[in-house]
């Protein structure tokens, strides 16, 4: 189909860039790098050949999440903005952008983000899963109390927030010794994000901003397959949740989460999670440059759905939740 809309797109700046060194091998590296700096040239093409109509951008992972340095994070979150913002108004038709969020620091994460809207133009933020800080060794996940005035800002605002993947830091990667196969996109990628929007939801976040809208890619990070067996295990024992949060963990997935077709592009997934959230609440995306963008849209135009849900994934939700 032609007109879609993708929204986990990524690029990178040379100081972001490497990154994403490990996740090919070696040989393919040149490749991958060539795709994430550039925006106007392969990209464009490739949209054009496979019927993408608009690109939603976003930095590479982990980025601005990896700097401990709050000034550091701060400065790196900033210049990414504003070169995706120049390149955006190259070709304001064809690409929008998310905001990369200094999370280190809420209070500015939350000026950055008022800054990109409201001066940029920017349709939301993807941010790149928890964030590392000077002042502690733990990892900072935003279910935290010092992220409430942040959520409050983005309720504000009223834009999407993208969560996005990154592996677990090496003191919690325990689990993965000897099996390093399973890092990144295989597992660990989906185990992490999984677990930190559970964490959101447990929170008893949406419950205080009950407007916010969290977007998960790779068709929702396993999330759908399991919701009913976390509100309903050993459900003859009576026993109230030990979480804070005032509703079932499937009413806040139902309400409040999107998910995306991002580098997950099998039909028996897809429609497994139209049945748990519904096709109004999936969008299409691919996952370039880490994945190609003919794999994604051949697989899409051709998936056994029918054709009103097509055209609301490829594109119909992104324009209404994206006010495009």
């Not at 992972?61 to 700097?67: G, L, R, S």
């Not at 070169?83 to 998310?98: G, H, Q, S």
């Not at 899963?129 to 010092?146: H, M, N, V």
């Not at 927030?161 to 010794?177: E, G």
Request: proline share 6%.
């Amino acid at each position: 189909m032609n007109g879609k809309i993708a929204l986990e797109e990524h690029f990178a700046i040379p100081e972001t860039v490497m990154d994403s060194a490990g996740f090919v091998p070696d040989n393919y590296w040149i490749e991958l790098k060539a795709r994430l700096l550039d925006i106007q040239d392969t990209r464009l093409k490739l949209m054009d050949e496979h019927g993408i109509d608009q690109m939603i951008l976003s930095l590479n992972a982990p980025a601005v999440q990896a700097i401990p340095n709050h000034a550091k994070a701060i400065e790196i979150a900033k210049k990414a903005n504003d070169y995706l913002a120049e390149e955006c108004a190259k070709n304001p038709e064809r690409f929008k952008a998310f905001a990369a969020l200094p999370m280190q620091d809420p209070e500015a994460a939350a000026q950055e983000l008022e800054r990109c809207v409201k001066e940029l133009g920017f349709v939301g933020a993807l941010v790149n899963g928890f964030s590392q800080s000077e002042t502690t060794e733990e990892p900072l996940y935003y279910d935290l109390p010092q992220y409430r005035s942040f959520w409050a800002k983005v309720e504000e605002l009223d834009v999407p927030f993208y969560l996005h993947p990154r592996n677990p830091l090496p003191q919690d990667s325990c689990i993965y010794q000897g099996h390093p196969w399973l890092m990144g996109p295989t597992w660990a990628f989906a185990q992490e994000t999984a677990v930190h929007a559970l964490r959101l939801m447990g929170s008893g976040l949406f419950d205080e901003h009950p407007k916010l809208k969290i977007i998960l890619g790779h068709m929702g990070e396993g999330l759908p397959y399991m919701m009913w067996r976390i509100d309903n295990r050993n459900a003859w024992v009576e026993v109230e949740p030990n979480y804070p949060a005032k509703k079932k963990i499937c009413e806040y997935f139902n309400e409040n989460f999107y998910i995306t077709t991002s580098g997950n592009f099998r039909t028996q997934t897809l429609i497994d999670a139209m049945l748990e959230i519904g096709s109004d609440k999936i969008l299409f995306s691919t996952d370039w440059p880490f994945e190609n963008i003919d794999h994604a849209s051949n697989w899409f135009d051709q998936a056994s759905i029918s054709e009103a849900d097509r055209q609301k994934i490829g594109h119909l939700n992104a324009r209404k939740l994206f006010n495009l």
